[in-house]
T-cell receptor
Framework: GENVEQHPSTLSVQEGDSAVIKCTYS??????FPWYKQELGKGPQLIID?????GEKKDQRIAVTLNKTAKHFSLHITETQPEDSAVYFC???????????FGSGTRLQVQP | NAGVTQTPKFQVLKTGQSMTLQCAQD?????MYWYRQDPGMGLRLIYY???????DKGEVPNGYNVSRLNKREFSLRLESAAPSQTSVYFC????????????FGNGTRLTVT
């Protein structure tokens, strides 16, 4: 089955700095890679996703990059703000599997 | 438009007791899922339902049963609760299959003593 590893487990940055979270996956057939943000006491919420036919995707201050050869993908947040503080999860799946495999999460803290 | 609604929000059970976690979505989604979240382990899939009338096991199904009552509702039952089932449970739905965005509820925090 798929195995997704996520690093770092915690990340503290100053407001305005950039944050990068990295994930690696094991199943070369995986072709869908979403990122979720979870605020305290709430369920995860999709913030961006990428499919294997694309190398990079941007949405305002958030970007995701995918390296299929190395089997890793990363979340980049620029100009971080205190409201970006949350736990972020990466995940991977493919059309042949019926379940997303999640990473273990990164707690991001943005210091004002 | 409430999205995905889970009840209850909190529950404490004694070992051996049973309970059902309820989930309903109002987005006309085909697929629904139950995940559990434990510290340092991300979210793990318990059961899913690709469409009304079908259910399948996920990664950690032991000790659980599910019912897809209709397109809107997907319940999770613990027949005989164990301390290892202490966790936060999330229900989610997606418009098509797992490769479409998941919409999560706000979770049920379950403690088994």
């Amino acid at each position: 089955g798929e195995n997704v590893e996520q690093h770092p487990s915690t990340l503290s940055v100053q407001e305005g700095d950039s944050a990068v979270i990295k994930c690696t996956y094991s199943d070369s057939a995986s072709n869908y890679f979403p990122w979720y943000k979870q605020e305290l006491g709430k369920g995860p919420q999709l913030i961006i996703d990428i499919r294997s036919n694309v190398g990079e995707k941007k949405d305002q201050r958030i970007a995701v990059t995918l390296n299929k050869t190395a089997k890793h993908f990363s979340l980049h947040i620029t100009e971080t703000q205190p409201e970006d503080s949350a736990v972020y999860f990466c995940a991977a799946s493919n059309t042949g599997r019926r379940a997303l495999t999640f990473g273990s999460g990164t707690r991001l803290q943005v210091q004002p | 438009n409430a999205g995905v609604t889970q009840t209850p929000k909190f529950q404490v059970l004694k070992t051996g007791q049973s309970m059902t976690l309820q989930c309903a979505q109002d987005m006309n989604h085909n697929s629904m899922y139950w995940y559990r979240q434990d510290p340092g382990m991300g979210l793990r899939l318990i059961y899913y339902s690709a469409s009304e009338g079908t259910t399948d096991k996920g990664e950690v199904p032991n000790g659980y049963n599910v019912s897809r009552l209709n397109k809107r509702e997907f319940s999770l039952r613990l027949e005989s609760a164990a301390p290892s089932q202490t966790s936060v449970y999330f229900c989610a739905s997606s418009p098509r299959d797992i490769n479409s965005p998941l919409h999560f509820g706000n979770g049920t925090r379950l403690t088994v003593t």
